[in-house]
């Protein structure tokens, strides 16, 4: 394969400084179009590739981040992992996406191939992992992030702050004169059990009503189980007015249960879903939702790695404010 | 950490066979649920992990097979994830997926790192990749599947047949007196040109009709390029009435912008998709579409993955029948 092709040998064949091409493949500064075309241009001529070997084997790990979630198929963490990588790119960082399937037993297997391949860091939205699951990580010095409504102990945190944003979703509904409120919840044994309805629990009261136990039901954060936990509620004596969700996914298939049994959407049950996921302003009613902002969260990721990687030793948990988008199902 | 826990172990633990938790682990064979759950305990309770390390030693290989894909962001290629990994699940393998953002140089870097990493395969979907950019990875001898309309060489390859599709699609249109069809395509330097849009310029002459060249507009597969790509043709001075896209998210922005111009869609302009993603039954009015099977795509993907693990050298290409999706929209 010849000779190896050098960031200079790029920089010469464009006409510009070794600088340049650095800025222009790392994205760490911005670079006039004409000048970044002739780069892209050299890079494709010579089939010059950034020397990742070599950095590897200077500092003994893989330009690999594991973005580890437990459903590839949320467009939420789509998002979150295009801000990901936005913000590890310009230290010469590959994003790779793991799905556990929201399985404990998939959690743990990709921790440990993190850890084994010598991944430059993780950011994990854990789903049913247990915060002692993390140590051989943090003790392995991988640098790690965890997206978790409930605290993980020492290590890197990015965690919703919802309080506001359910107080107006609550607002919204219980204003409309709605007080029979239901939640389709996550499954019982799913990381730190549910804060979000312990949240929406306690804020009920100020609102004058209750979450009754009769109106929880519970399942996967999947469109499926979104569909049966709606039927689940809607044939209980006294079914609810409003429901809920723990995420966009559930609300979606509440509302494919709607149509199938004749239940108008707000009319009947007003319906509040959870994230913001890309789908939730493209189904029919538009769906009003908790936006968790998926690429804010993607985007402090890439910062606490950064910092990390950069040698702070302290751990750090940042709050992100969620916010209530208000459309047509509530 | 104290002593490597065995499946041994796990086993005793478990009162079954070494056979049955390697069953229950890779998912190879049917396990009773009481077994499983059995199993699943003591594995926890042990915090037992497959020894993936022992493996690599052994083959020199990691566990994790590479999918590279343009737009982590589309569905499509979230399903074809979730079909891959249960096909390589059985292998003890592991599914990272990565995002090319369509740009060639993330193509090849990724190539590369899955390269140096020892990868123990690669499944890509080429967006603006050369098929000479394969070469190094076949070299290297890690196992690669590409999925493209065209032909990428001595590789394996998985590729649509959507002739019967496409002219179901036609015949739906013109059946209905629409004779100016547009194409939203891809953009031009898209890896073998637009194979999508010679078909489909081909067969529309067995309808009587045609693909004028001022009715095909490119861009990105994004619904941004989508909408920007229908109010350019809508400007036309003989506006289309029938327009299909080279993806469902270039379908879905056209919506969007219909909507902003006041455009009835199927009434004034019909719409047809590519791919059947997710949200193409999601918006409203639902998306008529030429599906392509991610599921089936990610099914064989793993197979051919398999075989080739499994000693085969003969390359093999694979056809998969793309199927027309009347709904709403056309």
Request: charged share 25%; net charge positive; glycine share 8%.
């Amino acid at each position: 394969m010849g000779e190896r092709v050098t960031m200079a040998d790029v920089a010469r064949a464009a006409g510009v400084s070794s600088a340049t091409v650095s800025y222009v493949l790392s994205g760490k500064r911005a670079v006039a179009p004409a000048t970044r075309t002739a780069v892209e241009a050299a890079v494709d001529r010579l089939g010059f590739t950034v020397n990742t070997t070599a950095r590897s084997l200077r500092t003994g790990r893989s330009s690999l981040v594991a973005l580890i979630v437990p459903d590839l198929a949320n467009p939420f963490f789509a998002q979150l992992a295009a801000a990901l990588e936005e913000g590890v790119r310009g230290l010469g960082l590959h994003v790779v996406v793991c799905n556990t399937r929201a399985r404990r037993e998939e959690e743990r297997a990709l921790l440990a191939e993190a850890v084994q391949q010598h991944f430059a860091g993780v950011v994990i939205t854990p789903f049913r992992l247990l915060p002692s699951d993390l140590r051989p990580v943090v003790e392995a010095g991988v640098p790690v992030v965890v997206s978790a409504d409930v605290p993980f102990g020492p290590v890197d945190q990015i965690s919703p702050d919802a309080r506001v944003a359910t107080r107006q979703a609550l607002q919204c509904v219980t204003s409309g004169g709605r007080r029979r409120i239901a939640v389709i919840a996550g499954p019982r044994d799913a990381t730190g059990g549910d804060p979000r309805l312990e949240l929406l629990r306690a804020l009920a009261l100020q609102f004058g009503t209750s979450v009754p136990r009769e109106l929880v039901v519970r399942g996967e954060h999947t469109r499926e189980a979104g569909a049966a936990g709606f039927g689940e509620l809607l044939g209980r004596r006294h079914p609810p007015d409003a429901v809920f969700c723990a995420n966009d996914a559930i609300a979606v298939g509440a509302m494919d249960k709607a149509r199938e049994l004749g239940i108008e959407i707000p009319e009947e049950v007003a319906l509040i879903g959870h994230d913001d996921a890309s789908f939730a302003s493209l189904v029919r009613p538009q769906l009003s939702t908790i936006r968790y902002p998926a690429a804010e969260v993607g985007r402090l990721a890439a910062q606490l790695l950064r910092e990390r990687l950069d040698g702070r030793e302290v751990f750090r948990t940042v709050k992100v404010k969620a916010e209530f988008i208000r459309r047509a199902s509530a």
